[in-house]
């Protein structure tokens, strides 16, 4: 792999994620990785990360210096620039010249690899305090702007080179260029890395854990969980048995993609739970956000276990015995997790995770080590219909917590009515892949006066919330088109009854989350 040594920030994700799109696989390491580590993971090629600090400071996030005697290429990212530049001899200083934000730069020196058939003058994303202002020894100076004279530098004997900018953001306007330039013009690493890849990879090692055990996987209507079950179906066939829980707290027509279309286009063995009634019984008389989330969460566990002690008992009777379970971990979760810094749990999220004790399975991960977008591509690969591949982020709890007020079968129809219609006019103005996710909320608990034909109603107002995001963590409303909001407001409050009211969310998070509830 390429290492993305992270120094901090979130520059690192970006910075992997990239090194992907170019085709070569990566990896992130903490900055305290040891050479000797670095050295047992067999890097084609190593990049520094920027990050919050200044090289001076205090308790700034030091590198082990034996990791540039590896031999191993290195590229040197804002931070990781300095940090290079600092560790082999030469001169970080504070200028007093700080750069942020969008900054015109001069390449000095084309002929190098690393800057191989850049623009001599070009705009490049800047922020940092510090900067180089004497390269180590041997180097060469490559770019510099007005207030930094040495803005890009390289050993190409010894294969080290850095950027005092940002290539890994869009705003660099050849930033990838000078990514793909090191890793395949400096570093000499072939771009031969894809899904195709990743697809037959991992076949390979979950056949290698599973041999001809029995795994169970949970499908809950999103991507993760559908490409991790395909995944593992390819390479174990009917080893494998899907649940998909019916809590009833679904959308429009999520349950008839799930048992028709994926298991027309995987061929996955699936048994469906029916526990409709069963939610609306625990969940009957409770309001409290926070009560329903508990709710829903301990019956689907409930649920879930129940069909997998079933299904255990069943492979029993065939002399057989199911010790896997899949899960649709991505790898966000793994380098935040292993991160280890506690964010605060502002809501109780709940996934298929927190089986109890007596039902012990080993975990098949086999999304571990990539990406959202990564997944996406690997879904449509093989096949997955674009519905489930493409869909946005649903939360567990589904319409449960998109109720405010106590959740009713006629109140659940109600919207999942509301629901269709926004979704669909959202996708006929091909607006999916520019919002981020629109919850439609009923306000259940509210009613308000409105005027139908010639009688006047008392129903209830719902609520619009399209956000755009990058992650979930912050948020901004999205600013439809008004003809876009008329139209769904007139198509809402004609084709619901007990709806006579639309509104729109403008309230950006933080201040309020993106659910309601
Ligand atoms: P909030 O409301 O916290 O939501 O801004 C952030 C993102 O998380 C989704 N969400 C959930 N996803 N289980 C999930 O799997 C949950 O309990 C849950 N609650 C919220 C929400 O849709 C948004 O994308």
């Known amino acids: 792999p390429v290492l993305v040594v992270d120094f901090g920030a979130q520059y690192a994700q970006l910075i992997a994620r990239r090194v992907r799109e170019a085709s070569v696989y990566s990896e992130i390491v903490p900055f305290s990785v040891t050479a000797a580590e670095i050295a047992a993971k067999n890097p084609v090629g190593i990049v520094l990360s920027g990050g919050p600090s200044s090289v001076y400071e205090e308790g700034a996030p030091q590198l082990d210096a034996g990791i540039f005697d590896l031999g191993v290429p290195v590229l040197g990212i804002c931070y990781g620039f300095q940090v290079m ?11 007093g010249a700080r750069e942020y934000g969008s900054t015109p730069v001069s390449v000095t020196d084309a002929g190098n690899a690393l800057l191989s058939g850049q623009p001599a003058d070009q705009t490049v994303w800047m922020s940092h305090g510090d900067s180089v202002a004497q390269a180590p020894d041997g180097f060469t100076v490559l770019a510099s702007t007005s207030s930094t004279p040495v803005a890009a530098f390289a050993n190409d004997e010894r294969r080290l080179y850095g950027v005092q900018w940002h290539p890994e953001v869009k705003h660099s306007e050849h930033g ?42 949970g499908l809950s209507g999103g991507v993760d969980s559908a490409v991790a079950a395909a995944l593992v179906h390819k390479a174990v066939g009917d080893q494998l048995v899907c649940v998909f829980v019916d809590h009833g707290l679904l959308r429009q027509d999520e349950r008839r993609q799930v048992e028709e279309d994926y ?30 989330r508990k709710i829903i969460g301990r019956e689907f566990i409930r649920s879930f276990e129940q069909a997998a002690a079933d299904l ?30 506690g964010t605060a749990n502002i809501k109780s999220h709940h996934n298929v995770g927190g089986l109890p004790e007596d039902l012990q399975f080993e975990l098949v991960e086999p999304l571990r080590t990539l990406f959202k977008d990564e997944v996406r ?64 909320v ?69 201040p309020g989350t993106i659910e309601w509830e």
Not at 198 to 203: F, G, S
Not at 273 to 289: E, K, M, Y
Not at 417 to 436: M, P, T
Request: with cysteine.
């Open 176 to 217: 990838q260029h000078v990514l793909e330039n090191f890793l395949h013009r400096a570093a000499g690493i072939p771009a031969d890395w894809n899904s195709g890849n990743v697809i037959a990879d991992q076949v390979e090692r979950i056949r290698a854990q599973v041999g001809d055990g029995r795994v169970i996987c």
């Open 312 to 341: 255990v008992l069943e492979a029993k009777s065939e002399g057989g015995e199911i010790r896997f379970l899949v899960q649709g971990t991505l790898y966000p979760d793994v380098v935040e997790s292993g991160g280890g810094s």
């Open 377 to 440: 591509a690997i879904g449509s690969q093989l096949g997955l219909p674009e519905e489930i591949v493409q869909r946005q982020p649903f939360p567990g709890p589904g319409l449960g917590i998109r109720i405010v007020g106590e959740i009713t079968q006629d109140r659940l129809d109600l919207l999942r009515q509301a629901d269709a219609i926004v979704r669909e006019e959202l996708s006929a103005a091909g607006l999916d892949r520019d919002i981020w996710q629109c919850p439609v």
């Open 442 to 510: 009923l306000l259940a608990d509210v009613r308000s006066v409105g005027v139908q034909g010639d009688s006047r109603t008392y129903g209830h107002p719902i609520v619009l919330r399209p956000v755009s995001s990058e992650d979930a963590m912050t948020a901004d409303w999205t600013r439809l088109p008004y003809d876009l909001l008329a139209k769904i407001s007139n198509r809402i409050t004609n084709e619901v009854a007990e709806v006579n009211r639309v509104v729109l969310d403008v309230t950006s998070k933080p």
């Open 263 to 292: 298991v027309k286009a995987t061929g996955v063995r699936l048994v469906t739970i029916d526990a409709r009634a069963q939610f609306l019984d625990a969940l009957a008389g409770v309001s409290d956000p926070e009560q329903k």
């Open 85 to 95: 530049a600092s560790t082999l001899g030469g001169q970080v200083a504070r200028t």
